[in-house]
C-alpha cells in the first residue's frame, strides 16, 4: 500500500479494543451497553398497554360516542350499512397509504 494511503494518527486506541479480546465478550459489552437504553420499551410505557403506543385517549374518544360504538353484534344488514361503508372506505384509504393489497381490521393486541 502506497505511503500516501496509510493511515499516520492513532485510531481505536479506546480501552474497550484493547481490553476485549474475543468476539464473545465484545457482543457482550454490547449487548450490555444495549440493556442501558432506557427507551419506550423499557420503562416509559407500562405492561399491557399495547393500544396506548399508537392511539392517545383523545383520538379514540369519537369511538365511545353514542350512534357509533355498542352496536349489536347480531345487527341486521340492513342496519349496519354506514359501518360497512366507513369500513370499506378505512380499508381502501389504509391499502393506499400503505401499498398493500388489503388491510384487515380485526383487532390484534397480542395478549
Known sequence: MP???KRKSDFMQQQVFNT???ETEFMRYIHKLGDK???????????GSCTMK???????????????????PFAPRDQTEGYSAMFKELEVMLS???????ISLQPNSGA
Open 3 to 5: 505511503d500516501t494511503l
Open 20 to 22: 476485549l479480546t474475543s
Open 37 to 47: 437504553d432506557y427507551g419506550l420499551a423499557h420503562g416509559m410505557i407500562p405492561l
Open 54 to 72: 399508537l392511539n392517545s385517549a383523545i383520538v379514540m374518544s369519537p369511538l365511545t360516542l353514542d350512534g357509533f360504538c355498542n352496536i349489536h
Open 96 to 102: 393506499a397509504i400503505t401499498n398493500y393489497d388489503c
